[in-house]
Nanobody, 114 residues
Framework: QVQLVESGGGLVQAGGSLRLSCESDGIVLSFYTMGWYRQAPGEQRELVATISSGGDTNYAGSVKGRFTISRDNGKNTVYLQMNSLKPEDTAVYFC????????WGQGTQVTVSS
């Protein structure tokens, strides 16, 4: 059974940083377009960032310049480096893998205090 496992969430003060990781047990992530999404309470899930198998990246306007998505194919891991965090970044962050099929992780909570 394929699993995507996120880690690295937590509580941080505004202006701080966190790095999220997404690892897989069962698929080779280098073949997949990987994405980070987030969902705040009462809100719809929204795209944060994506990285293609070739390394092309795309960011939501609200995080551009503050967040960086990257991948380490040797470790079969995708990262989301989040800097200059704001209270409005508070959400559950989900990892997504898309190729011929789509997979989602269970999510990791990020809370930014003001």
């Amino acid at each position: 059974q394929v699993q995507l496992v996120e880690s690295g969430g937590g509580l941080v003060q505004a202006g701080g940083s966190l790095r999220l990781s997404c690892e897989s047990d069962g698929i080779v992530l280098s073949f997949y377009t990987m994405g980070w999404y987030r969902q705040a309470p009462g809100e719809q899930r929204e795209l944060v960032a994506t990285i293609s198998s070739g390394g092309d990246t795309n960011y939501a306007g609200s995080v551009k310049g503050r967040f960086t998505i990257s991948r380490d194919n040797g470790k079969n891991t995708v990262y989301l480096q989040m800097n200059s965090l704001k209270p409005e970044d508070t959400a559950v962050y989900f990892c997504n893998a898309a190729y011929r099929r789509e997979y989602w992780g269970q999510g990791t909570q990020v809370t930014v205090s003001s």
